[in-house]
């Protein structure tokens, strides 16, 4: 039977690509079967990948880098991956109103072919929705 929820927490992931569990593993890559593996999101879970067919989890510890969905709130955690912008720096952009800036330097770079966000983004994809997303959360708190 497939799963698309986490075995853990029961929440649903989004499928990712093999090669970015590879990349994204810091154990020995033996463990890795040829089956479809989700991500969780969940912050209050350690799994980050999970296989469709539940048998494997892999957690945090797991992981060569931070999860920013694991650790929302620390500012020193990546939320780009590939051009290396933390939490920090996005609160940074957002109190000095730069926000402008930050995404035309992760757009140069990706318009340049500089962003690998499948083998560095733990969740598979582009970081520029979860960057959005940030800016306007913490736009909306501080008002
Ligand atoms: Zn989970």
Redesign the pocket.
Known sequence: MLNTA??????K?RSVDGATVKSLLAISLRHVRNVVYRF?A?P????VY?SEDGEQ?FTTDQIRVRVYQKEPEADDVLVCYCFQHTRGDVHQHVAQSTQATLIDDINAGIQAGQCACDWRNPQGNCCLGNVKQLMKSIESSST
């Open positions: 986490c075995p853990i927490c029961e929440q992931g969780c969940n209050d879970c350690d799994v999970y989890t």
